[in-house]
């Protein structure tokens, strides 16, 4: 009786069309698996990653973006994270549109921006995968930052999708910039993590890993990141960017901590290219 009594209630004002918009903005439906890695992100400390344990890629990142980026121009930061680099673009006059498809991360973003004074210039900010944009207008963006998305998306066609939507958000001549992990980073982490499991996971390295890439973000399941190899990342990019730069954020010497943050793949390289 007092589900029935509830779900009459609830009826009205959708027929009404009263309510049924604002859930609609809210909750925006993701696919299962873009869900999945939002709640797996909703659950680690990525807010602060860069600052505490890879400052060399913030590092590097930070100088490509100052030297590419001229301001003030209108971004959009798909997997903002933390918003370390929303906030120094909006420090320097961006507009930004945050996406991503954890809540707390983009909570984390969206408070960042606030504390330093800058929430005025957030154009929007939703939970959206890369791959459904649909809440940016075409053409109304001159940098897409797309450093996260696509590295947890599975299929080629997925990846497509979210460098297609990037693509549509920009103006002409508008910039990317992407970022992939290397297949090799992962070697990288088991070498130094426990080298012995390199002779035993044999054939996982020599089939699944070099094939398709896709591994999961935790023991026993399901695949949820995706690694890639620098001629794949240009050739998926090169569908609709002419690259201007490809940079390497990593090396053997860039994390701050030891053993344990090597069970953390990060991003190994990114692609800046133009929209043609
Ligand atoms: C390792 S973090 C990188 C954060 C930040 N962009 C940086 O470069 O430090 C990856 C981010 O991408 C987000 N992400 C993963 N898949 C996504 C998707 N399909 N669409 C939008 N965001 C996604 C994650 O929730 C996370 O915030």
């Given at each position: 009786?007092?589900?029935?009594?509830?779900?009459?209630?609830?009826?009205?004002?959708?027929?009404?069309?009263?309510?049924?918009?604002?859930?609609?903005?809210?909750?925006?439906?993701?696919?299962?698996?873009?869900?999945?890695?939002?709640?797996?992100?909703?659950?680690?400390?990525?807010?602060?990653?860069?600052?505490?344990?890879?400052?060399?890629?913030?590092?590097?990142?930070?100088?490509?973006?100052?030297?590419?980026?001229?301001?003030?121009?209108?971004?959009?930061?798909?997997?903002?994270?933390?918003?370390?680099?929303?906030?120094?673009?909006a420090?320097?006059?961006?507009?930004?549109?945050?996406?991503?498809?954890?809540?707390?991360?983009?909570?984390?973003?969206?408070?960042?921006l606030d504390a330093a004074g800058l929430g005025s210039q957030?154009?929007?900010?939703?939970?959206?995968?890369?791959?459904?944009?649909?809440?940016?207008?075409?053409?109304?963006?001159?940098?897409?930052?797309?450093?996260?998305?696509?590295?947890?998306?599975?299929?080629?066609?997925?990846?497509?999708?979210?460098?297609?939507?990037?693509?549509?958000?920009?103006?002409?001549?508008?910039?990317?910039?992407?970022?992939?992990?290397?297949?090799?980073?992962?070697?990288?982490?088991?070498?130094?993590?426990?080298?012995?499991?390199?002779?035993?996971?044999?054939?996982?390295?020599?089939?699944?890993?070099?094939?398709?890439?896709?591994?999961?973000?935790?023991?026993?399941?399901?695949?949820?990141?995706?690694?890639?190899?620098?001629?794949?990342?240009?050739?998926?990019?090169?569908?609709?960017?002419?690259?201007?730069?490809?940079?390497?954020?990593?090396?053997?010497?860039?994390?701050?901590?030891?053993?344990?943050?090597?069970?953390?793949?990060?991003?190994?390289?990114?692609?800046?290219?133009?929209?043609?």
């Amino acid at each position: 009786m007092i589900g029935m009594h509830h779900h009459r209630s609830f009826c009205k004002p959708f027929a009404s069309g009263s309510i049924l918009p604002l859930i609609g903005a809210k909750f925006r439906y993701l696919e299962p698996s873009h869900d999945d890695v939002g709640r797996f992100y909703d659950q680690i400390d990525e807010a602060i990653r860069l600052e505490a344990e890879d400052p060399i890629e913030y590092a590097i990142t930070l100088r490509y973006l100052q030297r590419y980026i001229p301001d003030p121009v209108t971004v959009a930061d798909v997997g903002v994270g933390g918003g370390q680099y929303s906030e120094l673009l909006a420090r320097r006059g961006c507009r930004l549109h945050l996406a991503d498809v954890s809540q707390r991360l983009l909570d984390a973003a969206v408070a960042r921006l606030d504390a330093a004074g800058l929430g005025s210039q957030i154009e929007s900010q939703r939970r959206a995968s890369a791959t459904d944009l649909s809440h940016v207008p075409t053409a109304s963006c001159d940098v897409v930052l797309l450093l996260g998305p696509l590295y947890h998306l599975l299929t080629t066609s997925e990846r497509r999708q979210a460098i297609g939507e990037a693509a549509r958000l920009l103006r002409h001549d508008g910039l990317i910039f992407a970022a992939g992990i290397n297949v090799l980073t992962y070697l990288r982490n088991i070498l130094a993590d426990d080298p012995e499991e390199f002779g035993w996971r044999r054939d996982f390295f020599l089939g699944q890993l070099f094939i398709d890439g896709n591994i999961a973000l935790q023991p026993k399941q399901p695949a949820a990141m995706h690694l890639t190899t620098v001629a794949e990342l240009r050739a998926e990019l090169g569908t609709a960017f002419e690259e201007i730069t490809l940079v390497g954020v990593e090396s053997f010497a860039s994390k701050i901590v030891g053993r344990r943050a090597y069970l953390h793949a990060t991003p190994a390289s990114r692609l800046c290219c133009k929209k043609f």
